[in-house]
């Protein structure tokens, strides 16, 4: 089935640990974002990319980092994670040509303790 | 730069009444607009969207959106709410130019009464 996988759908991680939560879409998008969910806050973008081998800062990338070696991967990288990551994680991916609406995973509930 | 305002965080009416979900866009671009439901637990889901078509536009199960670009607002309406319309509600809007970011609304939950 076409569509956005995300992993893993939940982890439990310590302050100070690198964690990369993956994101894999089949769909042959080029732009793909990440987002964070918090009560009241809504999503906010973390970061994007329009095409392979380009990203771009959202609204709050600080403690963040991505990479886009090819269409389908946009995994996104913790790297000393904090208390205040924990969120839920969204990826999405549109194709840009067509104006197209976002298609989005399911998520990746992370806590940071 | 693109931003989204939505008023009113929670939103409750009775089965059967109107609904109406607030959104006010900026953009310094002409927008893309577009509104999204999420289910308890779920990723989001497409209702509906405008790209500069007709402003009235239809979306799926029952919603309805009119973009005014006067006002700068894109409200999410729909004439008789059902119980399985209790979710979230998130607005959302891209510019047509530039780096086309997605940016979204803090989010309206929308509760049903019987």
């Known amino acids: 089935i076409a569509g956005i996988t995300q992993a893993p759908t939940s982890q439990i991680l310590a302050a100070g640990r690198r964690m990369t939560l993956r994101c894999t879409q089949d769909?042959?998008?080029?732009?793909m974002y990440w987002y964070r969910q918090d009560l009241g806050l809504g999503l906010r973008l973390i970061h994007y990319?329009?095409?392979?081998?380009?990203?771009g800062k959202g609204e709050v990338p600080d403690g963040y980092s991505v990479s886009r070696a090819n269409t389908d991967d946009f995994p996104l990288t913790l790297a000393s994670a904090v208390p205040s990551q924990t969120s839920v994680y969204f990826c999405?991916?549109?194709?840009?040509?067509?104006?197209?609406?976002?298609?989005f995973g399911q998520g990746t509930r992370l806590t940071v303790v | 730069a693109q931003s989204v305002t939505q008023l009113g965080s929670h939103v409750s009416v009775s089965e059967g009444a109107l609904v109406l979900l607030r959104c006010n866009y900026s953009?310094?671009?002409?927008?893309?607009l577009f509104w999204y439901v999420q289910y308890p637990n779920q990723g989001l889901q497409l209702l509906l969207k405008y790209t500069s078509a007709a402003t009235l536009v239809k979306g799926i199960n029952g919603f309805e959106a009119e973009f005014k670009k006067s006002e700068t607002s894109f409200h999410l309406t729909k004439p008789s709410a059902h119980m399985s319309d209790a979710a979230e509600y998130f607005c959302?809007?891209?510019?047509?130019?530039?780096?086309?970011?997605?940016?979204f609304g803090q989010g309206t939950r929308l509760t049903i009464n019987p």
């Open positions: 953009s310094s671009v002409p927008p893309y």
């Open positions: 990319s329009n095409t392979a081998g380009t990203t």
């Open positions: 959302a809007v891209m510019g047509s130019k530039g780096a086309q970011k997605l940016v």
């Open positions: 769909m042959r998008h080029n732009a």
């Open positions: 999405a991916s549109r194709q840009t040509a067509s104006n197209t609406e976002a298609f």
